[in-house]
């Protein structure tokens, strides 16, 4: 089976703009759930889908949305972006919701300028 | 809420064996996982423990004491690749893991 896959790997942005990251999980996985990794807070939950349903969302501003569409695809939204928005934004995917196992994609390295 | 503590960086030099330690505080406990990243690289699993005691995978082990809300990784035979960020987290809630920082560890040979 092919990995979680995340477009793009590299993004440079500046200051206000807003920026749409995209992730493709497991084949049959349904479940996906959105990362940001910084040097200073390391890997902090932004929010997780399961059938088009967000289920659950971190402590994040409303700047941060996301959705997911009916083949398990999800996209995350940053709107107005800031300095501190520069991070490495990971997806996870996993089978079933309740399931604890995930398994991350490579990730979208975002830097705000 | 989840509270999760791990040292921050370790040398070790080829060969030998590192523990790497992580103390957590959670409400409801549903295991613990161990994760490893390489550098601009994606977490990958290593273990997930959910049973109070030792479980080995071939260099890797891992340890649970739920008790003392306390696990460790333990690294032997290290080798330069094992060069990376050893990284635990707790589930809660459904589908989310609390991470902690992060132990960088560097081999050096």
């Known amino acids: 089976k092919a990995g979680v896959t995340q477009t793009p790997r590299y993004l440079i942005k500046t200051r206000g703009q807003q920026v749409t990251l995209s992730c493709s999980p497991i084949?049959?996985?349904?479940?996906v759930s959105w990362y940001q990794q910084t040097p200073g807070q390391g890997l902090q939950f932004l929010f997780e889908y399961f059938s088009e349903t967000q289920r659950n969302k971190g402590n994040f501003p409303g700047r941060f949305s996301g959705r997911q569409f009916s083949n398990s695809r999800s996209e995350m939204n940053v709107s107005t972006l800031e300095l501190g928005d520069s991070a490495l934004y990971l997806c996870?995917?996993?089978?079933?919701?309740?399931?604890?196992?995930?398994?991350f994609g490579p990730g979208t390295r975002l830097t705000v300028t | 809420g989840q509270n999760i503590d791990q040292p921050t960086e370790m040398t070790a030099t080829e060969g030998a064996i590192v523990q790497i330690n992580c103390t957590y505080q959670t409400s409801g406990f549903n295991g613990l996982f161990w994760y490893q990243q390489h550098a601009g690289e994606a977490p990958t699993f290593l273990s997930y423990n959910v049973l109070d005691g030792l479980e080995e995978k071939g260099r890797f082990s891992s340890f649970l004491s739920r008790s003392k809300g306390y696990s460790y990784l333990l690294l032997k035979e290290l080798q330069m690749k094992d060069s990376a960020s050893y990284l635990c987290?707790?589930?809660?809630?459904?589908?989310?893991?609390?991470f902690g920082k992060g132990n960088q560890v560097v081999v050096i040979p």
């Open positions: 987290a707790v589930p809660y809630g459904n589908n989310r893991l609390a």
């Open positions: 084949s049959g996985h349904r479940s």
């Open positions: 996870a995917s996993s089978s079933t919701q309740g399931s604890y196992e995930q398994y």
